[in-house]
């Protein structure tokens, strides 16, 4: 009885990722992220260009700020895309060019976050994007009836795709493995200096812990998922005939969720500025404290302007 029960669960799953996938639910998930990511890093443009570039935390913060609000923009129209109906002019153009800067600026994100570099910015970008965005170039005799880039790839852009796709994998692997070890290593070694200076300040060292602890979290919570899931896809995406095979649909599922998880870190990474990093913290609340002073002064003009004693003190003059 509980065998069969347990069958007919896991059918209803399998039914169910089928149906629900078709029902664009990541792309209303996307939709329902964006404003929220546009005010978050909007705001977290605005405070970084006032900041001057005195550290080089400061510089990998503002290209940081700068990958992300690119990839704020282009996930809405990943996510028009990926619906279903779409245009088949966005639907190339989208797997021609606004997929690749995607990725690319993604990788730039996850670089970033492991290397202090405007120089790996440059290389990733135009390392991934260029090739991908060449070699996309297959003509397919019905465009309306395509339902995946790579049908619009040929040999040589599916074995590309191929490679690149382990090529960032195992640079995602690594950069985390850096980012762990360097973290530690800059927990430990302030650590250390308190109790060089013979300070008991636990509160101080409670506070490093968290710090550490949240940017590693954060870091993999955010991309693990996708990067666990992505070279099975990949695999499918190049053998699989059938696009409407419900195994090939599961797969495709997981990784669109799993690239909707990685692209809330877009959300997460303005606030993670505001707890890591002290200048941008104190520039956003001096900024927040002007812009309430020029709002209330100019509420107070507004309303001394429409008062009767200052019509009336016009009438007199």
């Known amino acids: 009885m509980s065998f069969v029960i347990i069958m007919n669960l896991i059918t209803f799953m399998q039914t169910s990722i089928c149906f629900t996938y078709k029902q664009n639910i990541i792309s209303v998930l996307s939709f329902l992220m964006f404003p929220v990511a546009l005010l978050l890093n909007g705001v977290a443009a605005w405070v970084s260009l006032h900041l001057k570039s005195t550290s080089s935390f400061v510089v990998y913060l503002k290209n940081l700020v700068a990958a992300d609000l690119i990839l704020t923009l282009i996930h809405p129209i990943e996510a028009v895309s990926d619906m279903q109906g779409v245009s088949s002019v966005l639907f190339v153009l989208s797997c021609r060019y606004f997929s690749t800067i995607f990725y690319s600026t993604q990788y730039t994100s996850i670089t970033l976050l492991g290397f202090i570099s405007l120089d790996l910015w440059v290389t990733l970008l135009g390392g991934t994007a260029l090739p991908n965005i060449i070699l996309t170039n297959k003509e397919v005799a019905n465009v309306t009836a395509t339902s995946s880039c790579m049908t619009l790839k040929g040999p040589a852009g599916l074995e590309l795709h191929r490679i690149i796709v382990l090529y960032l994998n195992v640079l995602f692997w690594l950069i985390s493995v850096l980012i762990v070890v360097c973290y530690i290593c800059i927990a430990d070694k302030v650590i250390q200096s308190f109790r060089r200076s013979g300070s008991n300040n636990n509160q101080g060292k409670r506070k490093i812990k968290l710090r550490v602890f ?10 693990a998922p996708y990067h666990i899931v992505r070279i099975p896809y990949t695999f499918q995406q190049i053998s699989y005939s059938s696009k409407s ?10 990784k669109e969720f799993a690239l909707w998880i990685a692209t809330t870190n877009t959300c997460m990474d303005p606030l993670l500025y505001v707890f890591l990093c002290r200048e941008f913290k104190e520039k956003l609340v001096s900024m927040t404290k002007n812009a309430l002073i020029a709002f209330k002064v100019a509420a107070a003009g507004k309303v001394q302007a429409s008062s009767p004693k200052s019509r009336l003190n016009v009438t007199i003059d």
């Not at 949240?214 to 991309?223: A, E, K, M, Q, T």
């Open 245 to 254: 095979d419900c195994s090939y649909l599961k797969g495709k599922f997981a």
């Open 214 to 223: 949240l940017v590693v979290i954060v870091f993999f919570v955010s991309f």
